[in-house]
């Protein structure tokens, strides 16, 4: 396993001396098993690991939320050490943290000075339960959702996820962690006729929206784009209230939408391969794999899938290279074991994420999400118009 130093972890090493007047903790990275973490291959940098797992270091200043907080806006304000560190490793853990509940949560994300994203056409259900605090997921505990980048089928995604494990099960419910640019390199390798035509064509994403909920854990076409439906509105202001949230897409032609008899239907042509802010290495941010392995384990639930993808000029996407993406995710993967109180923060073009079946009910595993945008947009790698991802306007 790589050492602190190969990982430049010393740099969390902060004193109340760097002017802060509070109480500041230090950081350092320890191992996990091997099933929860590796070594990540090209493109990234020798020895980074994926996830970083932190943890305050033994010393005399009291692990209070108030001093973490004031620990991570201080790391930020270093030419924002943690997000560097994330887009190194694409994912980060911290362990051992005071962080019991929605709230305690919610004020360790803020520290991070992101900007909150707000869901535009949301797909799940997702009531808040503290500031930009929601269930991660709701579905059956037998339901797999296999790796994905969070929102690929939207045009309009977050940067940043974060998970708190509240509650952890005894057997299973772990959350998946792969690398996004590992998955690009490895794929234009070992089928590079694929990666082109996803490069030159993009795809088509259509997701279908209805009136009442497709599945448990599912959300309405009101909670997807009804955010401003009074009751009172007839049909035609309900309508035309739905439509302009859906243009705040700003997509132009390249999104469309067809009413049918109990909801819509819209068309995305997207981009699949994106560039990572700075490096520009490409990157497969996308839920093709997942789409696929969802619709093999999960055939038996009763879950269908909301979204079908295509490539951009309508063709279907064979299934041999959609088996070959989830064979080298298998093989690229590690599963997080959640100890309750675990925070694991994702770098979304980097990183991908899903969720284990458990054993048990329900009710014993509780993961919360924290979903956030970064400075820019993920840039495009591509020509055409459609490959370029634009800002969401204001609503």
């Known amino acids: ?31 996990l098993p091997s099933s929860n973490q590796r070594v990540l291959g090209p493109p ?4 980074s690991v994926i996830p970083l797992a932190l943890r305050p270091a033994d ?24 997000t560097n560190l994330l887009a190194r490793h694409g994912t980060l853990l911290f362990r051992g943290l005071p962080i019991r509940n929605a709230h305690d949560f919610s004020k360790f994300a ?8 707000e869901i535009i056409g949301i797909v799940v259900d997702r009531p808040e339960l503290a500031p930009n605090v929601a269930p991660a997921n709701e579905a059956p505990k037998e339901v797999l959702i296999y790796n994905h980048n969070e929102s690929p089928q939207v045009p309009h995604a977050p940067e940043y996820i974060f998970f708190y494990g509240h509650k952890a099960p005894a057997k299973g419910g772990e959350t998946p962690i792969s690398s996004s640019l590992e998955l690009f390199n490895r794929a234009q390798k070992e089928i590079p006729e694929f990666i082109h035509e996803l490069t030159e064509k993009g795809i088509l994403s259509k997701v279908t929206y209805k009136f009442e909920k497709q599945h448990a854990g599912g959300s309405t076409l009101k909670q997807a784009f009804g955010k401003e439906i009074q009751d009172g509105d007839d ?8 439509e302009g949230q859906i243009k705040r897409y700003n997509r132009g032609k390249f999104t469309t939408w067809e009413w049918i008899e109990d909801g819509i239907v819209l068309t995305h042509r997207l981009p699949v391969v ?63 074991k959640w100890q309750e109180g675990d925070v694991l923060v994702y770098d979304n073009i980097v990183a991908q994420h899903g969720r284990e079946p458990w054993e048990g009910e329900q009710s014993d595993r509780v993961v919360l999400a ?24 204001d609503g």
Request: aromatic share 8%; no cysteine; charged share 20%.
């Open 59 to 82: 010393n005399t200043t009291p692990i209070t939320l108030d001093n973490v907080v004031e620990t991570i806006k201080s790391l930020q304000a270093r030419d924002g050490i943690l």
């Open 1 to 31: 396993m790589a050492t602190v130093e190969q990982l430049q972890v010393h740099a969390l090493k902060l004193d109340d001396d760097q002017g802060s007047s509070s109480q500041l903790i230090s950081f350092e990275s320890f191992e």
């Open 274 to 336: 994106r560039t990572q802010p700075k490096t520009n290495l490409p990157t497969l941010f996308t839920g093709l794999a997942a789409y696929y392995k969802n619709a093999k384990v999960n055939a038996n639930s009763g879950r269908k899938n909301v979204a079908q993808q295509f490539f951009g000029d309508g063709t279907p996407i064979p299934e041999k290279y959609l088996e070959h993406l989830a064979k080298i995710t298998d093989e690229i993967r590690v599963l997080h």
């Open 110 to 117: 803020h520290a991070f000075g992101f900007k909150p994203h």
């Open 44 to 47: 990234h940098p020798s020895g």
């Open 370 to 393: 924290s979903l956030w945008d970064g400075e820019s947009v993920p840039g495009a790698y591509g020509f055409g118009e459609w490959a370029q991802v634009v800002q969401a306007l």
């Open 235 to 242: 049909e035609a202001t309900r309508r035309a209230k739905i």
